[in-house]
């Protein structure tokens, strides 16, 4: 029933993937590795898996985002791909 | 009674009276957290609510200090004089945001809009008025505070002229009204 | 008392967590917690031991919920001596490492103990699960551990290598998750016996075959067998010494043992050996395993390393042991996971105490050590002698097994690489050997100026006990191997 | 054109699992940087909770949350009414083992930086080989 | 009632709408803020007060706690959003970001 | 490398693409998966447990051996990093602030500031002033995240969320008012050694659980077997065993991310941090 | 014919063993020490002993220690062959303690205790392989010897030691590893024991070229016998000191290999089964070219020691050759072979050493004239070489009889040839050396009048050898009884 | 009405394009916050929205709460960063 739904976030899902992956400072694939866990949570949220989403809530968009966030600030935000 | 840029609650003046104000500081804490957790429960089972005073409970004692770090008499009637605020701000941010809308969907917006940062100085203390400052500018026409220091100075970058003509102006005045500071 | 199956796995999990306590509060007390947790597990085992073999296979329905809708703990005689093995080393090990352990970590050796233990409860409920996802989960925390403790060796290159481990060991970690999917989309079950009883409908199925594959690439990534190895030299090598005593022993052998649980007990040998044909395949690869892992050993400078891919060789054994699909081979295979554990354990103690006393294991540093720590090389040698295979230490006995399963199988070039890594194994340790115990007397002198005469001295009494202990059940199980195997590995096969 | 619609319905959610789960083991296998190397992981790893999840998506069901406790007295419980649970628990397990494997690559990225000052796999490699 | 809901839902969409193109449209990142931090802010207090509306419909206590509910999320996004297009402007501030000007366009 | 990515990519898409072939269709409640044990799960759980979320009931009782084992791995991962970061030296060299004038006092290794220097802020060479805005609004929303948590972990049983979740944002609060005041305060105010022990404490709580009941003569964590020990509310046992081990959980989960946080964030000095 | 289950082939076993603990807790007390190796020499020989009137009469003993698996255990049986063999090294034991005290203490060398101990577990090891009941148990004891000889070959620890421990090791674990091994597990494969019968485990299983390959296989697997091209070890591994190579690679090493060979052709394949495929001729065929081979490379070696080493192997190859023929003589005098070579060639060692303890001379153009200052040495040694050579009134033309017997019984006249043949370059290989010693002018003499015998020590084991191997000819009862009760047993007889 | 709210969820969906286009493709770092953030709160309002549709709102709100206070703290350590590491290297190709 709410496969249109589904579907479009998937789609940003994947484009939010493609997108940490490429992109060339490592802030940014922090900040869309954020956005993919928010698509991701919707995703679950869409497909009824309330718990999942909720997890996926608090650890990707909280916590994983402030851990890599910690992690760049201790690093370097530089890389070559 | 101040409180240190870390936010630990410095402890000064009569023991005793450092104690009541803590604790009556703690027990609003308790009761704001306990209805908190009703409204977020909305069980009334008595394990619930037993669990909902312990955890109230454990939140407020460790961390009253956040909440209310010093304690003056004027809470209540500060509370009372936000509520009234709280319809006035509405209301501006929503003129704020069909400003905003019609710059946005303007098919010249770029000549509409007119960037630039305004500095302006206040002379409110306390931390919440500033803060509530800053945030209903961030929030009303086309303007965001950029930085607001302790002594009251205000950074505000804002979207076109007008915006930035109305500061700090009644919004200002409103919000020391209603924590009792002197503009 | 009913409950040592999971007494085997939870006494670990709580000595680690009284010594992370223990950490904050009184350090010195962490360890005795961890060892006196270890006791008790391997105590448990080998009570679970004797009942399995004296009554049979023991259920244990955790939370009592009846199986497919619970966890359960299955042990058989597989299971039951692979708990023994990982809960007798582990604990034979913290007792040998008190010194090391202080003098490698340092200031925050409580903490390492409740990893330790954390590290052990892994691998046991790895070894007494019946549930798939179960089995999931203690990888991880056996891996989460082992990341940890890999980086803590070395300062320098310890992170590193331990990332890349990280990274490896994600890929086989979730691989093995896929599997695990695959197979519950097509049986809605998690528990490996009902899995395998609805399985057996649908042998043809490309999802059940995906899932195998998964699985199988999955477990082989986390064991290091050939084309998937790359991490473990690396990580083995700048783990400290007390991790490495018990990871390099224990975490390959387990991971065949989930291996051979997977093929047994979940998709059957029916289904391997007669639906899918690729065993001769893998048994070709495992050939190779052995070969090169003898080749790149012969082309290390430290012994460490050098040990590392010997293990690698050892895996090749194991896997080809198992995938020759006969009750020979498959005898080899599992008594190797027993003679390999015991002697990479031994080894690896001669390996410890050196590095307790010189810091390093390079072999230019090494000259002359027979003759400062006699006790510590002697059993370094039978250790040696039992990886090359002679007999009557047990290294030999499931080589014999194992060259018989692959002439029953008429898998010749698996005897041939058998053989040739023995040779290898030889001349691997007898260099080592030459070097140890007869420095020629010219490079002597200068060596001795690299560590000032009379520096070196025999490894501490605890060390040396366990060390001692461990080289000679190498010849005792060598010689009870036909008991073992009569009352265990037969038993549990037919 | 309704069949391929309605195949690509069917199994559109796992086609997609198998290209996000691609995606992240290429970043693992072929980046250069270590941090992104951490993001395929995970991305791999979600793609994996994804595939759980389809599993256990059921059409024209509810929430495998029993609503209204009390009132359940009067009618049955059926499965088909509800999405499978025991995915989602899995998931929930696996999303925490992924976090702490996270938090703990993290530490180890921030070590190696510590150490090597650089986080691309090929400047490091020539580090290494300069000791 | 529904008619209410619809508005609100509606207007809450135009809103966002608003937000959503002013962040493609806006030259700078400063400018942008400003549709992303006002417009979706209202975006969300129209879209939730419709939704509360709504849940209000079989009214009971529950349902009253649920709206209160939704209404905290209200408040909370209107603490937190400001704070949050601060925070962002204060960090391209110190990372040194400079803003766009009509002057420098012209010139 | 990249080639041999793609190679190995389009190898494992291949494989696992093949095996999506014999998949039942998406969202097919007739699948095996739905019809075999969830099943019984679906039906029976709320009769056996008395406890309407199927996916807490499954996650803490069915199932709860294996979350024991997730709270351990988190807990494993709070130690890994303790352990892998944890950095006991001094500094070479620091700094501290003197509140009132701002002045800057630069402190040599091994001396220290006169200990009576509250008015003394410790500080890095990329300290900045905490933001007043952010720090005065992060005061006001830390306590009703943190009850929202609390409240998050109390109700697994009815609502999504659970232990976990409600640990994660426990400690996302933490971590919060690290982010808006600095570092130390947080470290001032729930010490290192409190972390430790909270998140072994969590553990140790469920793990305990279960021993009692083993104890009791049950299973281990035969939640049923507690029934003796709770004198009201026999009919709601298990639920109540779950409540416990949720609360285990949300500890645990508390204090393994702040100590992950903490030590990301200063490389383990617990100095300074974002 | 009895069995008789006793524990007397352990405790013959683990004599030696149990004393090296107490040897290396006396390593500071050099007396107490060697009064303990002799001590459990003469225990170990007694023991031995006792067993022989059992074995004599035709009995068995057998001892079973561990089951491996059903017919590949680890158990000890002893019999007419085995005793022959353990008779004589433990006899020569004895003798080569109390000659290495006189040598090692004559040359001052280091690490003796470490010399000791593994001297001990060497002969260990060689008793067990006598006694040994199946090939794994052979086998295992076979490795345990090749590990324990590692340590003495490369004693000395220099350079060149090592290289000749390494050339030993390659060769002596690479063939058991490689061959022995393969070979082995695949006859328990075929036949599912490995237990040492008369006739031979083998009955119809094998197609004459895989049993041509198995044959091969082990007779060039146990290459401690020597046999060419696997021969090279021997020569190498002489830089050990003398009582090493005077009993390991004249005595104990070589004539396990020997012995492997010879239970492995009669113990696994069976005279019968070898007949009926005719491959006693394929290993006659490798023996003789040893022989004649090794003969030939004697004869220009010019280090008396290297020169010993190639004589061994042809003298080993004789033995395997009268094997090798499956007739009851030639097995008689092959093993018997054993015996007296020993004797013989272990008097030879002795007397290089001594020379090399008196003089410090080890090549043979540099003793000129040594005869006379050192006349009891070299008269020893003329003893040995003429029973090496074969030549009355010594031990070794009683063997070279039966072998020759044993060539007529069979109608190999090839054979007898090279026998004949090789004897006759024996003959040319050793009496260069008399006639540099003893023949020679005043001028030519290389030694002057400090040169006096070796210490006392060296010189009397070797005279009491030397007197054995002559006493051998007229008195060879137990050893001949032994020997033709073996071949006896194994043709069925 | 449930289809009424699937279409505004189906326009929800389309208005976190032009959000996701700035996540995706904005100049700076910041650009992708901003747009982070109005993905967030678009999401917010979307859970609620599925909630309805699953007629299971109780249960969606907490989620949708937890949501708003998470992303919340995202963005405030992502822009933390900035407060305390200068320099937005050479991305600022936006003049």
């Not at chain 7, 070959?153 to 393969?182: C, E, M, N, W």
């Not at chain 8, 249960?59 to 590491?85: E, P, Q, T, W």
Request: glycine share 8%; net charge positive.
């Amino acid at each position: 029933m709410y496969w249109p739904i589904d579907l479009i976030v998937l789609t940003f899902v994947i484009f939010c993937a493609i997108a940490a992956i490429v992109v060339k400072d490592l802030l940014a694939t922090a900040i869309l590795f954020g956005a993919y866990s928010f698509m991701m949570c919707l995703l679950w949220a869409v497909m009824g898996a309330v718990d999942v989403a909720f997890t996926e809530a608090s650890v990707g968009a909280g916590v994983s985002t402030v851990f890599f966030v910690a992690a760049i600030f201790r690093t370097s935000r530089r890389t070559k791909d | 009674m101040t409180v240190s840029s870390n936010g630990i609650v410095k402890k000064d003046g009569n023991p005793a009276i450092v104690f009541l104000k803590s604790f009556c500081s703690f027990l609003i804490t308790f009761v704001l957290m306990f209805l908190s957790w009703i409204v977020l429960s909305g069980k009334f089972e008595p394990l619930m609510l037993w669990l909902g005073g312990i955890s109230s409970f454990f939140v407020a004692y460790f961390f009253y200090d956040l909440l209310f770090p010093a304690l003056g008499a004027g809470y209540l009637k500060i509370f009372i004089r936000f509520i009234q605020y709280c319809p006035w701000l509405i209301w501006e941010i929503i003129k704020a945001n069909f400003h905003l809308l019609y710059l946005t969907f303007h098919p010249r917006m770029k000549d509409k809009i007119d960037p630039h940062i305004i500095t302006f100085k206040t002379n409110l203390k306390s931390d919440i008025a500033i803060t509530t400052l800053a945030n209903a500018i961030t929030l009303t026409p086309g303007t965001i505070t950029v930085t607001a220091d302790s002594d009251g100075v205000f950074k505000v970058h804002s979207i076109d002229r007008e915006s930035a003509a109305a500061l700090p102006g009644i919004m200002l005045k409103k919000v020391a009204r209603v924590f009792g500071e002197k503009i | 008392m009913d409950n040592y199956p999971v007494l085997i796995v939870v006494a670990p999990l709580l000595a680690a967590l009284l010594a992370g306590f223990a950490a904050w509060i009184e350090e010195r007390l962490s360890y005795p917690i961890a060892l006196l947790g270890l006791a008790v597990s391997t105590f448990a085992a080998f009570e679970v031991l004797m009942q399995v073999i004296f009554f049979g296979p023991i259920r244990y329905e955790m939370a009592g919920w009846p199986p497919p809708m619970g966890i359960e703990y299955r042990i058989d005689l597989l299971n039951a001596m692979v708990l023994l093995i990982v809960s007798g080393i582990a604990f034979l090990n913290l007792l040998a490492s008190y010194e090391s352990v202080n003098q490698e970590i340092g200031d925050r050796t409580g903490s390492f103990y409740s990893i330790y233990c954390l590290f052990v409860t892994g691998l046991l409920g790895v070894t007494a699960t019946g549930d798939l996802f179960n089995l999931y989960v203690l990888i991880e925390i056996t891996s989460l551990t082992s990341y940890a403790m890999v980086a803590m060796g070395d300062r320098d290159r310890g992170a590193l290598a331990s990332l890349n481990y990280v990274f490896i060991g994600v890929i086989g970690a979730s691989f093995y998750l896929l599997g695990v999917g695959y197979l519950y989309i097509q049986t809605g079950s998690l528990n490996m016996t009902d899995v395998a009883i609805i399985l057996q409908d649908y042998h043809g199925s490309s999802t059940v075959l995906t899932a195998f594959v998964l699985c199988m690439v999955g477990v082989w990534i986390k064991m290091a067998f050939f084309p998937l190895h790359a991490w473990l030299p690396n990580a083995y090598s700048y783990s400290p010494v007390v991790f490495l005593r018990v990871v390099a022993p224990l975490m390959t052998k387990v991971m065949i043992y989930v291996m051979i649980r997977l093929m047994i007990t979940v998709f059957g040998f029916n289904y391997i050996f007669k639906t899918l044909n690729f065993a001769d395949a893998v048994v070709i690869l495992a050939t190779v395993a052995i070969i090169f892992g003898g080749v790149m050993a012969l082309a290390q400078k430290n012994l460490k390393k050098m040990l590392a891919y010997i293990i690698i060789s050892e895996i090749g054994y194991m896997v080809g042991g198992v995938w020759m699909g006969n009750q020979l081979g498959m005898t080899g295979a599992i008594l190797h996971i027993l003679n390999d554990a015991l002697m990479t354990f031994a080894v690896f103690l001669g390996v410890g105490n050196i590095i307790y006393q010189l810091k390093d294991v390079d072999f230019s540093n090494l000259g002359g050590l027979f003759g400062k720590m006699p006790w510590t090389m002697a059993g370094f040698v039978l250790a040696a002698f039992s990886i090359i295979g002679i007999p009557p230490t047990c290294g030999f006995f499931s080589k014999w097994y194992l060259i018989m399963g692959a002439f029953e199988k008429g898998a010749y070039h698996f005897a041939i690489a058998l053989i040739i890594s023995s040779l290898i194994c030889a001349v691997l340790f007898f260099r080592v050997f030459e070097i140890c115990f007869f420095p020629s007397s010219s490079q002597d002198n200068k060596q001795k100026d690299v560590h000032a005469p009379g520096k070196i001295e025999e490894a501490p009494v605890s060390m040396l006990i366990v060390s001692g202990f461990v080289s000679l059940s190498l010849i005792v199980v060598g010689l009870f191997s036909g008991t073992i195997v009569n009352m265990i590995i037969l038993p549990f096969l037919t | 054109m309704t069949d391929l619609l309605a195949l690509i319905v069917a199994k559109y959610n796992y086609w997609l699992y198998v290209i996000l789960m691609m995606i992240g083991l290429y970043a693992m296998i072929a980046k250069n940087n270590l941090i992104k190397k951490l993001v395929g992981m995970n991305i791999f790893q979600t793609a994996i909770i994804l595939f759980y999840i389809s599993i256990g998506y059921k059409k024209n069901a509810t929430l495998p949350i029993i609503e209204n406790v009390h009132g359940t007295g009067g009618g049955h419980i059926y499965a088909i009414d509800y999405i499978n649970p025991l995915p989602h628990v899995l998931m929930l397990t696996a999303i925490v083992v992924s976090v702490a494997t996270f938090g703990v690559a993290m530490a180890l990225a921030v070590r190696v930086y510590q150490r090597y000052k650089t986080l691309e796999e090929d400047e490091l490699r020539m580090r290494l080989s300069e000791k | 009632m529904d008619l209410f809901v619809v508005f609100f839902l509606i207007t809450g969409l135009i809103f966002s709408l608003g937000g959503a193109i002013g962040i493609i449209r806006m030259p700078d990142f400063y400018t942008r803020l400003h549709p992303a931090g006002k417009l979706d802010t209202l975006g969300i207090l129209a879209m939730v007060m419709g939704l509360a509306l709504y849940n209000l419909h079989h009214f009971s206590l529950e349902s009253l706690l649920l709206s209160i509910k939704m209404f905290l999320i209200v408040f909370f996004v209107f603490l937190a959003s400001p704070t949050a297009t601060h925070s962002i402007v204060d960090a391209g501030m110190r990372a040194g970001l400079r803003h766009w000007t009509k002057k420098k366009r012209k010139g | 490398m990249k080639f041999l990515g793609f190679i190995v990519v389009g190898l494992a898409g291949a494989i696992l693409l093949y095996g999506t072939g014999d998949f039942p269709d998406w969202g097919d409640p007739y699948s095996p998966a739905s019809l075999h044990i969830s099943k019984d799960y679906i039906e029976k759980a709320l009769d056996q447990t008395k406890v309407p979320n199927i996916v807490t009931a499954v996650l803490a009782d069915y199932r709860g051996f294996d979350t024991m084992f997730e709270t351990a791995v988190i807990f494993t991962a709070g130690l890994a990093c303790f352990l892998l970061l944890r950095d006991f030296r001094e500094k070479k060299e620091r700094f501290y602030r003197h509140t009132p004038t701002g002045v800057i006092l630069h402190v040599k290794a091994g001396k220290k500031i006169l200990d009576g220097g509250k008015e003394f802020e410790y500080m890095d060479k990329d300290w900045v002033p905490s933001d007043l805005i952010i720090k005065t609004v992060c005061r006001i929303l830390i306590p009703f995240i943190q009850i929202y948590a609390l409240y998050v972990v109390a109700h697994g049983d009815f609502s999504p969320g659970g232990g976990f979740q409600g640990g994660v944002i426990f400690g996302s609060s933490l971590i919060l008012l690290a982010i808006s005041y600095n570092l130390k305060t947080l470290v001032k105010r729930i010490s290192e050694k409190m972390l430790g022990v909270y998140a072994a404490l969590g553990v140790l709580i469920y793990l305990g659980i279960g021993v009692i009941c083993m104890l009791m003569g049950g299973q281990f964590l035969d939640y049923a077997k507690l029934a003796p020990l709770i004198p009201f509310d026999s009919n709601h046992i298990r639920a109540l065993g779950m409540l416990g081990i949720e609360i285990g959980v949300g500890i645990a989960v508390t204090a393994v991310m702040a100590i992950i946080y903490i030590n990301i964030v200063s490389e383990g000095r617990h100095d300074e941090g974002l | 014919m009895q069995t008789i289950i006793s524990i007397k082939p352990l405790l013959a076993v683990l004599v030696s063993l149990f004393v090296i603990p107490v040897l290396i807790s006396s390593s500071g007390k050099p007396n107490v020490r060697e009064s303990w190796i002799f001590v459990s020499g003469v225990i170990k020989f007694l023991i031995i002993f006792s067993m022989l009137p059992v074995i004599l009469q035709g009995n068995q003993i057998v001892l079973t220690l561990f089951k491996i698996s059903p017919g590949a255990d680890i158990a000890f049986r002893v019999d007419a062959l085995g005793m022959l063999f353990a008779l004589v090294a433990s006899s020569l034991y004895i003798i080569t303690s109390i000659y290495s005290i006189g040598y090692m203490r004559g040359l001052n060398e280091h690490g003796q205790t470490r010399f000791v101990s593994f001297f001990a577990l060497a002969l260990t090891a060689t008793i067990g392989a006598a006694f040994s009941a199946n090939l794994l148990t052979l086998y295992l004891f076979y490795e345990l010897l090749s590990l324990s000889t590692y340590p003495l070959v490369v004693h000395h620890q220099d350079a060149k030691s090592r290289a000749s421990g390494r050339r030993y090791l390659t060769f002596i674990l690479g063939t058991s590893i490689g061959l022995v091994l393969p070979a082995m597990i695949y006859c328990y494969h075929a036949t599912g024991t490995l237990e040492f019968a008369p006739g031979g485990i083998f009955s119809g299983q094998l197609s004459k070229p895989s049993a041509t390959v198995l044959l091969l296989m082990f007779v060039f697997g146990f290459a401690k016998s020597g046999i060419m091209p696997f021969h090279s070890w021997l020569p190498a591994a002489m830089v050990a000191p003398t009582p090493v190579s005077a009993l390991l690679h004249a005595v104990a090493v070589v004539k396990v290999g020997v012995f492997s060979i010879i239970r492995v052709v009669t113990g696994i394949f069976g005279v019968d089964f070898l007949l009926s495929f005719n491959l006693g001729a394929w290993v006659a065929t490798i023996a003789s070219i040893t022989i004649v081979v090794s003969s030939c490379i004697a004869l220009t070696q010019d280090e008396l020691k290297r020169r010993l080493a190639y004589s061994t192997i042809g003298q080993l190859s004789y033995i395997v050759l009268g094997v090798a023929l499956l007739t009851p003589k030639g097995m008689t005098g092959g093993m018997l072979h054993i015996a007296m070579h020993a004797f013989g060639k272990i008097t030879l060692f002795f007397c290089a050493g001594a020379i090399f303890v008196a003089t410090g001379k080890k090549y043979i153009s540099q003793m000129v004239g040594i005869g006379k200052a050192m006349p009891i040495t070299m008269a020893a040694f003329f003893m040995g070489s003429l029973s090496i050579i074969g030549l009355p009134p010594t031990g070794g033309f009683i063997s070279k009889w039966y072998l020759v017997l044993g060539t007529l019984e069979g109608d190999h006249m090839i054979l007898l040839f090279v026998i004949l043949t090789s004897s006759l370059l024996n003959a040319a290989y050793f009496m260069p050396i008399f006639y540099k010693a003893f023949f020679c002018t005043k001028e030519e003499a290389m030694f002057g009048a400090k040169i006096v015998e070796a210490p006392m020590m060296c010189v009397v084991p070797l005279v009491i050898t030397a007197l054995i191997s002559f006493g051998l000819f007229f008195l060879p009862q137990p050893f001949l009884d032994l020997a033709g009760l073996a071949a006896k047993g194994f043709l069925g007889g | 009405m449930n289809t009424f709210f699937l279409s505004i969820a189906l326009g929800l969906c389309f208005l976190m394009l032009f959000s996701m286009y700035r996540t995706l493709f904005g100049p700076t770092v910041l650009d992708r916050l901003i747009g982070v953030n109005a993905i967030g709160s678009k999401t917010v309002i979307l859970l609620l929205l599925i909630g309805f549709l699953y007629e299971r709102i109780d249960l969606f709100v907490d989620i949708a709460l937890a949501y708003a206070f998470l992303n919340f703290i995202a963005v405030l350590a992502a822009s933390r960063y900035f407060h305390k590491r200068k320099g937005l290297y050479e991305e600022s190709f936006m003049e």
